[in-house]
T-cell receptor, first 116, second 113 residues
């Protein structure tokens, strides 16, 4: 299957700093990328959907000024958590999809963010 | 109303036995897809199997099969000949039309020797 990478795989930062997470599709062109967050022992919650070259669509309750998403190319999307606080500590997972209707979503390995 | 319901928070099965993980869904869209993902403790989401709403036959992928009952709106995952490495969290998900995936709450499967 197609490969999606995320970097970094884990990050610890101080409260108030910003953290950028990269998501790359390594062997296919991702027309659409998704960002999820997952709290311990819970399901994945969609944060936003981004199509290459256009602004991300955020889910209700997700602050777009806090979680900045950039989908600058067909192989790269970034999520920046601005002015991170301890409550932002979570597992962030990106996913990518191609144009085909039956295309499954390929998931990255996730990034564990801990804000002290 | 929840779109994907997984009623089993946890399941136990003995090695080499079969196990069924339940999933029911709710949609009025005639075109949808149903997915099962496995999430081990490492956190990565591993795609297991896909069933399209218009597919006539139940999907199968190796030891995984999907028991698709459209009238009942259920899409149970059957794992045959369980292995210790099958211990993980399992998520059922649905995509309506071109929308993104909606996940259920998951079922934790523990396989014992």
């Amino acid at each position: 299957g197609a490969v999606v990478s995320q970097h970094p795989s884990w990050v610890i930062c101080k409260s108030g700093t910003s953290v950028k997470i990269e998501c790359r599709s390594l062997d296919f062109q991702a027309t659409t990328m998704f960002w999820y967050r997952q709290f311990p022992k819970q399901s994945l919650m969609l944060m936003a959907t981004s199509n290459e070259g256009s602004k991300a669509t955020y889910e209700q309750g997700v602050e777009k000024d806090k979680f900045l998403i950039n989908h600058a190319s067909l192989t790269l999307s970034t999520l920046t958590v601005t002015s991170a606080h301890p409550e932002d500590s979570s597992f962030y997972i990106c996913s990518a999809r191609t144009r085909e209707a039956r295309s499954e979503q390929f998931f990255g390995p996730g990034t564990r963010l801990t804000v002290l | 109303a929840q779109k994907i319901t997984q009623t089993q928070p946890g399941m136990f099965v003995q090695e080499k036995e079969a196990v069924t993980l339940d999933c029911t869904y709710d949609t009025s869209d005639p075109s949808y897809g149903l997915f099962w993902y496995k999430q081990p403790s490492s956190g990565e989401m591993i795609f297991l199997i896909y069933q399209g709403s218009y597919d006539q036959q139940n999907a199968t992928e190796g030891r995984y099969s999907l028991n698709f009952q459209k009238a009942r709106k259920s899409a149970n995952l059957v794992i045959s000949a369980s292995q210790l490495g099958d211990s993980a969290m399992y998520f059922c998900a649905m995509r309506e039309g071109w929308s993104t995936l909606t996940f259920g709450k998951g079922t934790m499967l523990l396989v014992s020797p």
